[in-house]
């Protein structure tokens, strides 16, 4: 392969091996509900392109660690310590992102997404970039971004309407509820569903929340068993396995055209719209109050809107200045100069 080598590994994020001409990566962040950092981006994108370049690949697997999550999206916890203090590192960060959903879309192999868990904001744009996904009947899928002081237009917005429709695209993005397994085959989200509750030997069909987190935490005989959904997932690669690599490479380039066209000529002005937004209000009481283990204020930020105050800047626009030592572009808000303390 000479210069197209693939090289997999020094990871620390995520898992990755190759075998029987399947691919494997998984994130591994499990303590963290599989969510992904600046650095997980960058792995991710590595994995993919190595996957891509080994001939002896035919298929490449993406699942999560664990049982509980497929992958929930960026890691807010990240985005509140770095991104809302610096709004333009969310540029460089978007481009990261955009890269990693391309080594999906570009790679030349099929990718199969296995949901071992919730697929959530990102973590859903991510099997949504897939081209098949297979889910476990205990996880959901579903967008926050309007919960959280964010727009899913990193991939949601492109290809909701394009997979289930106009109306349930807008359900999902603009309501933000959870989608469970049996909705979201109906609705097209994936491909297959596997059962994967069992109370003791018995396999539970379509289980209930609270059975649900019952299995997750081995109560009461519940327990998760992954055995179905990994039978499934192993045929479908076995079918692509028994396919020519050429056709079907061009394939998946020609089936992706649609999410091509509503991917290039919107993601370049939402990594420009989402860098500026990190600097505003919405963004700041988002990730505050997930990191903050507290309920979002949305009923505050609406009375400022009402009543006719900017909702744009944190303590209102910078309009004051300080006749003791000079400083300009004070917020409206403040009765005391934030540099020497002076009164306003």
Request: contains cysteine.
């Amino acid at each position: 392969m000479g210069d197209f080598t693939p090289a997999a590994g020094g990871f620390e994020d995520i898992l990755y091996s190759a075998k029987d001409g399947i691919a494997t990566i998984t994130l591994n962040r499990p303590k963290v509900y599989n969510s992904y950092s600046t650095r997980t981006l960058k792995e991710l994108t590595a994995a993919f392109q190595a996957a891509s370049w080994d001939d002896a690949v035919q298929v490449i697997v993406y699942t999560g660690a664990g049982t509980r999550a497929f992958c929930t999206g960026g890691d807010v916890k990240e985005y509140e310590e770095k991104y809302t203090k610096r709004p333009h590192d969310y540029w460089k960060y978007m481009g990261l992102f955009r890269g990693y959903l391309e080594s999906i879309l570009h790679g030349g192999k099929p990718v199969i997404a296995r949901l071992n868990g919730m697929a959530v904001g990102g973590g859903n744009e991510s099997q949504l970039a897939c081209d098949l996904t297979v889910m476990a009947e205990h996880a959901y899928v579903g967008q926050v971004g309007t919960s959280v002081g964010s727009v899913a237009c990193g991939g949601a917005t492109q290809w909701l309407p394009l997979v289930v429709g106009d109306k349930r695209a807008r359900e999902m993005v603009l309501m933000n509820p959870r989608i469970p397994a049996k909705k979201a085959l109906e609705w097209g989200l994936v491909n297959a569903v596997a059962a994967t509750v069992r109370l003791n030997d018995q396999w539970i069909e379509d289980p209930a929340p609270d059975i649900v987190e019952k299995a997750q935490n081995g109560a009461d005989g519940y327990r998760i068993d992954t055995s179905r959904l990994d039978e499934v997932v192993a045929s479908y690669a076995k079918n692509l396995k028994d396919k020519f690599p050429e056709c079907t490479r061009y394939t998946k380039t020609q089936t992706n055209v649609l999410k091509d066209f509503a991917w290039n000529t919107t993601v370049g002005h939402a990594q420009d719209w989402l860098a500026l937004h990190f600097a505003s209000v919405e963004p700041y009481e988002g990730m505050s109050a997930f990191v903050e283990k507290r309920k979002v204020d949305f009923a505050g930020i609406r009375a400022k809107l009402a009543a006719g105050e900017s909702t744009e800047f944190l303590h209102g626009p910078y309009t004051k200045a300080c006749a003791t030592c000079g400083a300009k572009g004070l917020p409206s808000a403040f009765s005391h100069c934030g540099l020497c303390g002076a009164r306003l």
